[in-house]
């Protein structure tokens, strides 16, 4: 079966990676657009082994599964602890609000 994927080309500008360890987390989530801030699907990696891109798929999902859902905000986060609430430091980029029935890859600039 076609697994239901969003697609997230997030550019972290050279100056930013220039100010941040390689050992930093890149945590990548869709979450809903109000009440929890919970986020329905992430993804958790080392800056060092990013390559430019996140898939997020139901696999990812904690409890609502992303293809149930219908409008989220991605959200790029760079971090040093790599824990799930904003630490200060944080660098956090929030999308616009993207449809899932129209919008399968957004693209961000981190700055």
Do not use: H, W
């Not at 100010?19 to 992430?42: F, Q």
């Not at 990696?45 to 997020?56: A, D, R």
């Amino acid at each position: 079966e076609n697994m239901f994927t969003l697609t997230i080309n997030a550019v972290i500008s050279d100056a930013l990676l220039a100010s941040r360890s390689e050992d930093d987390y890149l945590m990548v989530y869709a979450k809903a657009l109000s009440g929890s801030n919970m986020p329905i699907a992430i993804q958790k990696i080392q800056l060092k082994n990013y390559g430019g891109t996140v898939l997020l798929s139901d696999a990812d999902s904690l409890s609502t599964k992303l293809s149930e859902s219908k409008e989220v905000l991605v959200v790029v986060r760079i971090s040093t602890t790599g824990m799930a609430l904003k630490q200060t430091g944080d660098i956090e980029l929030i999308s616009d609000v993207i449809s899932l029935a129209e919008t399968r890859v957004v693209n961000l600039q981190v700055e």
